[in-house]
């Protein structure tokens, strides 16, 4: 027990000249060759030190962009943290059921690959000056170091890190939740860790089981969906960019962005919700979009009322003349957009969604949603931009059924055959069907409900017909007054003809009577 006592007191008698022989060092040795020195004492410790580092920091690059090495890395080692280190943190996530736990700064685990020993240890890193951060946590650096053996570097470098890489990035699909994000404006993006995009998590509960629409499209769909997400491989032997566009297009309330939500839901997408009013330039969209991520969904809604983009569709517009009130609200929206002082143009999104940036990443799925896409310019819409487009039209019976049964639990009553015959007969937006359904109260039974929407639809189908005999009526006044504004000019007209006729009977008449005179005469 002694000798323990001794050997400690010896060890630390040691630390103790080493720290004082360094402290003498860094403040009389003289600092030009301090540099030199250092160099050269490292080379000498690098001989003896039989260990390889390799550290991964947090941020790295110009753009101080996170490094995805790091995410991968603090993914891949939270498992082991929970079950071998002594210390952790916590981190919890907003709305999320428990805590997320990893390895605290300054602490190491160790694991084995293919028989070799490797630790791993986390860092940080604060700032020696005191000084008020702009940013959170400015100040401050973190990073995930690793330690091997230098007779293992060879296994280490070309097999162990693409194994780290490759589980972090698995365990990251497998965990992370999913967000909807929105562009934030331009003069936001500067500034250390700034950000182009905000986000909340996605929690739309849309679902293909929950869409009320025909079956045999809605399977279409998921298919095409499925068959993409698989499709690195072929979409790099034939040599196209990982990304498919989709057109939604219909009438309002007819379930375009619960599509959005339940295609998200299907592949486990984030979805980036694009406002081009927003974005001032097309180079501010060109860097907005190369921020996005792979697995994602980027949303332009109601494309057709977005700046530049419907210029030449304006200007037809106020030449057609206001042809219905849509148009009308169609036209004033643009108006109002493009008071905003955005220079995005039609040339610009095409170049990103489908020229050489577009190949920037893989695995996105682009869609426009429109209420009007004849107003579309075909070049934004063609095959191989959009290439599928989806029709999303009111209400069919099998969209109906499927409302009957999320809503009521139903899937077959007596009013069915009513409510069949009546809405191929009317025109009523799943929105419409879906409010109608829904219970108003704990006293709103099958029948209530389903007696509700049979009163919703004849009424509809009354106001389509009175609509039809209004606009018939109108029609016929109008044709009536342009006849009676007419009958005065034609009367007019022919009361001038009869006179003109009448002058050159006179005329004639006077002139031959005045011959005849003369001739007498002569």
Not at 101 to 110: A, F, G, P, Q, V
Not at 155 to 164: G, N
Not at 219 to 228: A, R, S
Not at 293 to 298: E, L, N, Q, V
Request: aromatic letters at 8%; one cysteine or more; proline letters at 2%.
């Amino acid at each position: 027990m002694a000798m323990v006592g001794e050997m400690w007191s010896h060890l630390g008698s040691t630390m103790g000249t080493l720290m004082l022989v360094y402290t003498v060092f860094k403040q009389f040795f003289p600092h030009h060759l301090q540099g030199s020195f250092e160099k050269y004492f490292n080379r000498i410790v690098r001989y003896a030190y039989p260990y390889v580092e390799i550290t991964f920091d947090e941020f790295t690059g110009e753009r101080m962009k996170r490094s995805e090495a790091y995410s991968r890395i603090k993914s891949y080692l939270s498992d082991k943290s929970t079950a071998s280190a002594k210390r952790l943190k916590a981190d919890v996530v907003k709305d999320s059921q428990s805590a997320v736990l990893s390895m605290d700064y300054n602490e190491k685990i160790t694991e084995e690959f293919q028989g070799v020993k490797i630790w791993w240890s986390a860092k940080r890193t604060l700032s020696k000056t005191p000084r008020i951060a702009i940013y959170p946590a400015d100040d401050e650096k973190k990073s995930y170091k690793l330690t091997v053996h230098k007779r293992h570097r060879e296994l280490i470098t070309q097999s162990y890190i693409s194994h780290v890489m490759k589980e972090g990035k698995e365990i990251e699909t497998r965990n992370r939740q999913r967000k909807l994000y929105s562009n934030n404006p331009s003069q936001d993006w500067d500034g250390y860790r700034s950000n182009k995009w905000s986000n909340v998590l996605f929690e739309h509960p849309a679902t293909f089981d929950t869409l009320a629409m025909d079956a045999k499209l809605k399977e279409e769909i998921k298919n095409d969906l499925i068959k993409f997400s698989k499709g690195k491989d072929y979409y790099a032997r034939i040599g196209k960019a990982w990304k498919r566009g989709y057109l939604l297009y219909g009438p309002p309330g007819t379930g375009k962005s619960s599509m959005i939500a339940a295609m998200a839901n299907l592949l486990n997408y984030d979805v980036y919700d694009l406002e081009l009013i927003a974005v001032k330039e097309n180079t501010e969209l060109r860097r907005l979009l190369l921020d996005t991520s792979s697995k994602s969904i980027i949303v332009i809604e109601d494309i057709d009322c977005s700046i530049d983009l419907t210029g030449q569709r304006e200007k037809k517009t106020e030449k057609d003349g206001n042809e219905d009130e849509h148009s009308d609200s169609v036209t004033k929206r643009v108006k109002d957009k493009k008071k905003k002082n955005s220079k995005v143009t039609l040339s610009g999104l095409l170049n990103c969604i489908d020229g050489l940036w577009s190949s920037c990443g893989g695995e996105r799925i682009i869609v426009f949603t429109t209420n009007y896409v004849e107003k579309l310019d075909p070049a934004l819409i063609r095959r191989g931009r959009m290439d599928k487009h989806i029709e999303l039209s009111y209400c069919c019976f099998d969209a109906f059924k499927v409302f009957a049964k999320n809503y009521l639990e139903v899937d077959s009553h007596s009013l069915f055959g009513e409510i069949k015959s009546l809405l191929g007969e009317t025109n009523m937006t799943p929105a419409d069907v879906a409010e109608n359904l829904m219970p108003k109260s704990d006293y709103d039974d099958v029948e209530t409900c389903l007696k509700r929407l049979v009163e919703a639809l004849k009424d509809t189908m009354e106001e389509a017909k009175k609509k039809v005999e209004d606009e018939a009526r109108l029609m016929a006044e109008k044709e009536e007054e342009e006849k009676q504004r007419k009958k005065p000019e034609k009367e007019e007209k022919e009361q001038s003809g009869k006179d003109v006729k009448e002058v050159k009977e006179n005329g004639v008449a006077k002139v031959g009577e005045e011959v005849k005179e003369n001739g007498v005469t002569h």
